[in-house]
């Protein structure tokens, strides 16, 4: 699992501040690489409260029509 900073939709908002990956990297922007034992490993730290939970979710994809109108 790849997780990219830039990607995601929430980034630079309050669940950005409250999320896992900018726990781990602590400056902006990056990606962190997981395997499924690490993602499981840090789901179950994050359920426990130890470390934040991740709040990544993928930004929609850019809609070409409105560049082509832009």
């Known amino acids: ?6 990607a995601c939709a929430h ?3 309050d669940q950005c501040r409250d999320c896992v990956v900018t726990f ?3 400056a902006e922007g990056g990606a962190v690489v997981v395997d499924a034992q690490e993602a499981r490993a840090l789901r179950k730290l994050g359920e426990a409260g ?3 939970l991740l709040q990544l ?3 929609p994809p ?3 029509d409105e560049e082509a109108a832009g």
Not at 1 to 6: H, L, P, Q, T, V
């Open 24 to 26: 781990i990297l602590e």
């Open 62 to 64: 850019d809609d070409p």
């Open 1 to 6: 699992m790849r997780i990219e900073c830039d």
């Open 57 to 59: 979710a993928p930004k």
């Open 11 to 13: 980034q630079g908002t």
């Open 50 to 52: 130890l470390v934040p």
